[in-house]
């Protein structure tokens, strides 16, 4: 395993992260590992984390609050590419894992580590995002991935544990795999394995079923500078409350709930189910206020652009030439994307009822079908007739 000495591994205080300490320490020779939680708003408490990865036999435990930048950084790009992974998932773990990547590789520098760690499997697309990210970022630095390479079953990894004095989990261990930041929830496993099963109601956290949503619609006003959200209801709100109080709102009407059938990066079909209330809204806000402030042919051409854009994200490769590329188009994009757009929650569903911009391109008098009508009707035939001539043409043949 060309034998690092000192490894930070990134730590979530599951069963493959905490087995990971002495397995890389008694398998692979590994003489000191440091051990980095993220704190990504996931409501854990990371105090308990923090102990538990000193007693299963981290040289230190370190949890860094990178709430603030998850938001600005990498949440905000995203809704100002509109970035919905095959048009439905808005990337809320994607988004995460080039984060944590940085601060892992900011860590190995600042303690003088040969190595980073990570508990992923070899089936998902996470362990893409981290080494591909950890290499863009410092490619001297060795990668580990027990979890890939040791063979062992959710039992047999429990059981190498509790030789090490790890404590099995307590309760029966849900059926389900569940990730968890500001963004959303990922939920995967168990029954949601069998397409055909509809969802059972337990699994979801952040959002109401339908049938326990209010009988009222509720209007919530959005504010964009730039095309990054910065007020809610006329009130200026820092990035990671205006995401709680989001997610917070949106979820208690139904909103953002995703059931699909994703493929992933490693070619298998998975099905996934996420809750993320805040980044629909959001983006389809955003979504909408371009459509007042872009001109046609920017709306049009940044489609594909959106596209290119979710699948670097979604595919690990957010440290990219052509990421850079990308993101300077989108940012280019955005100078006139202000305004005020008003979104009517009700029963599952997020409708804009409003937009509003000092950069609007909507020109009521040569929209409009009243009196007050400035549109040069007498104009319109000999464009038509330019328009359509290639196709007359086409015809005569």
Known sequence: MGHAKKVVLAY???VD???CIPYLKNEWG???VITLAADLGQGDEL???REKALKSGASESL???????FIKEYAFPAIQANALYEQRYPLGTSLARPLIAKILVETASKYGADAIAHGCTGKGNDQVRFDVSVGALNPHLKILAPAREWGMSREETIAYGERFGIPSP????????IDKNLLGRSIEAGILEDPTVEPPEEIYEM????ANTPNEPEYIDIGFTKGIPTTLNGKATNPVELIEQLNQIAGNHGVGRIDMIENRLVGIKSREIYESPAMIVLIQAHRDLESLTLTADVTQYKRGIEQTYTQIVYNGLWYSPLKSAVDAFIQETQERVSGNVKVKLFKGNATIVSRDSQNSLYTPDLATYG?????????AEGFVYVWGLPTRIWARH
């Open 12 to 14: 979530s205080g599951g």
């Open 17 to 19: 992260t905490s087995v």
């Open 30 to 32: 590994v003489e000191e």
């Open 47 to 49: 105090e308990p984390i």
């Open 63 to 69: 949890v860094v609050d990178v709430r603030d930048s």
């Open 170 to 177: 307590v309760k029966k261990s849900s059926p389900y795999s």
């Open 207 to 210: 959002t109401k079923a339908i």
């Open 371 to 379: 009196s007050g009508d400035k549109f040069d009707h007498k104009a």
